[in-house]
């Protein structure tokens, strides 16, 4: 818990506009930015759950993408274990690839549907061991299988005649084949009903348990979070609001974002609850405004909250807030 | 009082793919009614039949569905005999609706002015300038900030909670009795869920209207609705007042449903999961449709459909329910643990 296995520093990565259709070629603008993570700083310990909620667009993706080096940051650097692994070589990056392993967000389109679930397991395994004799490599494929709750007997079938649980296991079980230390979640659990949310939260829970996995769980259900988080940061338009343990953060949160966030999650009673905290909408990304990315939406914005980039700072406790409300004491902590 | 609307026994059916296939029942049975003023949730999971009973309620089927037996009364009127003609002047007017997708919903080449003034217009005898004067109402009513520049904009300068504000009040302009709103919410973030989920009740309270809220989540609609429905693999196995359904839940399926949900365990502890999937209504055995993933089944279970039981209005689909003496054994009480 105490080392660090992954640390993302001062990442940024912006995106450009590209004309949308073919007249727009004959007329010069300039392509327009799009910032979607800002000088994130980010460290997840070794064995620890650090979830990462956030509304749609906040970035999440991207983040999730630039550490799995499927994007390169524009400024920044990531470390995995001391090592640097921004803009490595595809040939560098492999020895990381075994090592981390991603979970995407759509089960469905994240397999190849030429491919039989035997095949689909057999593929990253082969590729990343190539000693291994096949009989030997279709054993851990059986015991692949048999871990995440699939029949074998189903081995021989394609995605598109699997049920959406049974794709989302085959998703995990293809992470877990090659034996990695670390996963990366891309909302793993949103295209799935709510039985089977339950099926597969339990599967990542028992996996994690047992394999002392690290994990980077990318949401926005909040009740999820609560459930198997030990450490959660808040997201708001590509730049961390609040990080802090996950119990801190249920129990007392301090950033009006998170505070805003957990008001609108659903609960399961019948006593009415107030409105929505935040009025308006998310700001466009292409016209960020000066300063607090929260200024239109948050009650407690003043002149400085309009000019000036909150950073993080630490409370007493150990968690981290990007406010100035807060720092300041405009807002009770 | 008669409900505004009464559904009884409704069959939907899809024809069979080829000239020998059988016709597959998508709906089985579905009775319900609702109250003026009364606010209702269906719930279920994706494939249980919830859209299906929406679109059969304004008769917007699609190719291959029809409606094989039932009947939908609303206002005095029988829905699904009525002719094309006559269905119009219903649709819009005195049911209105709000669906899953802002974007797909309006009109991508008309202005919001124009969509809305379109939709009063052909259901009122108004002139263009009262049309416009309602639509600009309604947009306050809607708390769309600035709406007289909005009128002149087209759906994709909106965000997609201002869209879906605009859905809402459209599916409002022209005062209907009844709004069926199928999952409002779910392409929307948390933040914009709340506030419009707030609005949406807020406004159905406050003008009388009855509101039929389709959803898969039942923590959303717990505080919003008087009444919910809870239907599985096309037939509705609970229905009763939302606090006592979520709080005693007499059906095995939706004590499975709530005790699935992460908000009710402790973190990090195991989650109670309910085995198996559920069923493709038209793959349903001659039994109850849950029995195949139910802890409590009997040979009954698999023989026999269940009929609903229990006082008053909180009702049950299920035989364990019948036989009390067992039912009281069996089946734990979610009711404390909540």
Request: hydrophobic residues 40%; glycine residues 6%; proline residues 7%.
């Amino acid at each position: 818990m105490t080392q660090p296995l992954l640390q993302l520093e001062q990442v940024s990565k912006s995106f450009y506009t590209r004309p949308t259709a073919p007249y727009e070629l004959f007329r010069w603008r300039r392509p327009a930015r799009l910032s979607a993570v800002e000088q994130l700083d980010l460290t997840v310990y070794r064995g620890e759950t650090l979830c990462v909620v956030g509304e749609s667009g906040c970035g999440k993706s991207t983040m999730a993408r630039l550490v799995m080096g499927l994007l390169h940051p524009d400024e920044g650097q990531i470390n995995y274990a001391g090592q640097r692994i921004d803009h490595l070589k595809r040939h560098d990056r492999l020895a990381y690839r075994r090592r981390m392993q991603m979970i995407f967000q759509d089960p469905y389109t994240a397999l190849n549907p030429r491919l039989t679930v035997l095949h689909c397991l057999l593929e990253p395994l082969l590729y990343h061991q190539p000693q291994l004799t096949e009989q030997e490599a279709l054993e851990q494929v059986f015991q692949q299988l048999l871990a995440v709750g699939i029949d074998p007997a189903l081995g021989q079938r394609f995605p598109h005649q699997l049920s959406s649980g049974q794709r989302q296991r085959l998703n995990i079980a293809r992470a877990l084949s090659v034996k990695p230390e670390f996963i990366v979640a891309d909302e793993p659990l949103s295209a799935l009903d709510v039985s089977i949310q339950a099926q597969i939260l339990n599967l990542l829970q028992d996996t994690a348990n047992q394999q002392n996995l690290t994990f980077l769980f990318f949401t926005h259900n909040l009740a999820v979070v609560e459930h198997i988080a030990d450490r959660v940061a808040v997201m708001y338009e590509g730049r961390l609001c609040e990080l802090t343990s996950s119990r801190n953060l249920f129990k007392h949160p301090r950033h009006p974002y998170t505070q805003a966030l957990l008001e609108a999650m659903p609960q399961l009673t019948t006593s009415p609850q107030q409105g929505a905290k935040l009025m308006g909408d998310v700001p466009s990304r292409l016209q960020r405004p000066l300063g607090c990315s929260l200024q239109d939406r948050c009650p407690y914005a003043n002149e400085r909250c309009r000019h000036q980039v909150p950073t993080l700072f630490s409370h007493t406790d150990g968690g981290q807030t990007a406010c100035h409300a807060l720092q300041e004491g405009r807002i009770k902590p | 009082m008669m409900p505004l609307l009464h559904i009884d026994d409704l069959w939907v059916a899809y024809n069979g793919r080829g000239p020998n296939q059988p016709v597959q029942n998508m709906l089985h049975g579905i009775s319900l009614s609702i109250q003026r003023g009364e606010r209702v949730a269906i719930i279920g999971e994706s494939g249980a039949g919830k859209s299906l009973l929406t679109m059969a309620i304004i008769n917007l089927l699609q190719e291959g569905a029809f409606i094989r037996q039932g009947k939908i009364e609303f206002e005095d009127q029988v829905l699904n005999q009525l002719t094309p003609e006559a269905l119009r002047l219903i649709r819009g007017r005195r049911i209105g609706m709000v669906f899953q997708d802002p974007m797909t919903n309006l009109n991508p080449l008309l202005t919001i002015e124009q969509q809305l003034v379109q939709c009063i217009r052909s259901h009122r005898r108004i002139s263009y300038q009262d049309a416009r004067t309602i639509a600009l109402h309604k947009l306050r009513l809607v708390h769309i900030p600035a709406p007289e520049s909005r009128l002149l904009q087209y759906p994709h300068q909106l965000s997609a909670g201002q869209r879906q504000r605009v859905t809402i009040a459209m599916a409002l302009s022209l005062e209907p009795a009844l709004i069926i709103a199928d999952e409002p919410t779910s392409a929307l973030d948390v933040t914009m869920q709340a506030e419009i989920m707030h609005l949406l009740n807020h406004l159905c309270q406050s003008n009388g209207v009855a509101l039929l809220f389709v959803s898969h989540d039942l923590g959303l609609v717990a505080q919003h609705t008087d009444r919910s429905l809870i239907m599985y693999a096309g037939r509705i196995v609970e229905d009763g007042p939302t606090a006592s359904l979520i709080n005693d839940a007499q059906h095995p399926y939706t004590q499975g449903l709530i005790k699935a949900l992460p908000q009710h365990s402790r973190p990090g502890s195991r989650l109670y999961q309910i085995p198996g999937q559920m069923p493709l209504p038209q793959q349903v055995g001659p039994g109850c449709a849950f029995a195949p993933r139910c802890p409590y089944t009997t040979e009954r279970c698999l023989q026999q459909i269940p009929a609903p039981q229990g006082p008053g209005g909180h009702q049950a689909s299920c035989h364990l329910l019948a036989s009390d003496a067992a039912g009281d054994s069996h089946m734990g009480h979610t009711g404390g643990s909540l």
